[in-house]
């Protein structure tokens, strides 16, 4: 088992920034990759970012490339995602989650075992 846990969300105006921060506990010798999706009232989960454990390739969506970048600590088990140039439309409950899957399709969301419980991320205009 593998426990994930997220922080760092919060209220923050249009055009500024924040970081959330990810840590997992428990048998993370076998993660493959950590991401992160968010959620917003109304709409499905999506794919905001991912990394993959062993040589850290790194994929965005989309909608968050160029102003999100996602970053990894090996050692600590932690995934950062500083989010910059933020946007009303990126308001939603952000997670993280642990994939321990071998070649894991890191942008789909059932790929992944282990989620946080969420963090609120709010970006008012």
């Known amino acids: 088992q593998v426990q994930v846990v997220e922080s760092g969300g919060g209220l923050v105006q249009a055009g500024g920034s924040l970081r959330l921060s990810c840590a997992a506990s428990?048998?993370?010798?076998?993660?493959?990759?950590m991401g992160w999706f968010r959620q917003a009232p109304g709409k499905e989960r999506e794919f905001v970012a991912a990394?993959?454990?062993?040589?850290?390739?790194?994929y965005y969506a989309n909608s968050v490339k160029g102003r999100f970048t996602i970053s990894r600590d090996t050692a600590k088990n932690t995934v950062n995602l500083q989010m910059s140039s933020l946007k009303s439309e990126d308001s939603a409950v952000y997670y993280c989650?642990?994939?321990?899957?071998?070649?894991?399709?890191?942008?789909?969301?059932?790929?992944?075992?282990?989620w946080g419980q969420g963090t609120q991320v709010t970006v008012s205009s």
């Open positions: 989650a642990a994939s321990s899957r071998i070649n894991a399709f890191v942008s789909l969301s059932g790929d992944y075992a282990y």
């Open positions: 428990g048998r993370t010798q076998s993660t493959t990759a």
């Open positions: 990394i993959r454990w062993s040589g850290g390739t790194i």
